[in-house]
Nanobody
């Protein structure tokens, strides 16, 4: 059974930093998978934040976070990270990590971790 455990959220002042983690279990290898981070603020649709391909670590970012957020992965422990810096109040949201095979199919989700940025 595939499980994603996302963590690392918290309360931070504007301009501060946080690192989110997404630990994946239940798969022998993630070579053919993609991890995405999404976020959802109250009364707003869930939006894409960043993605990383496990096989070559290539990444894609939403324009709103480009230059401030960095996504990475650690093959040794099947954990993906989202380093967030220069945080803004508009980054406040529940952040979810997600996993999907490059060929499509079921998408797996973490339970979410709350990031709150105060002004």
């Amino acid at each position: 059974q595939v499980e994603l455990a996302d963590s690392g959220g918290g309360l931070v002042q504007a301009g501060g930093s946080l690192r989110l983690s997404c630990a994946v279990s239940g798969l022998a290898t993630l070579r053919s998978y993609i991890t995405d981070w999404f976020r959802q603020a109250p009364e707003v649709e869930r939006e894409f934040v960043a993605k990383i391909y496990w096989n070559n670590a290539s990444s894609v970012y939403a324009d709103s976070v480009k230059g401030r957020f960095t996504i990475s992965r650690d093959n040794a422990d099947n954990t993906a990270y989202l380093e967030m810096s220069n945080l803004k109040p508009e980054d406040t949201a529940m952040y979810y990590c997600s996993l999907i095979h490059k060929g499509g199919g079921a998408r797996y989700w973490g339970k979410g971790t709350l990031v709150t940025v105060s002004s």
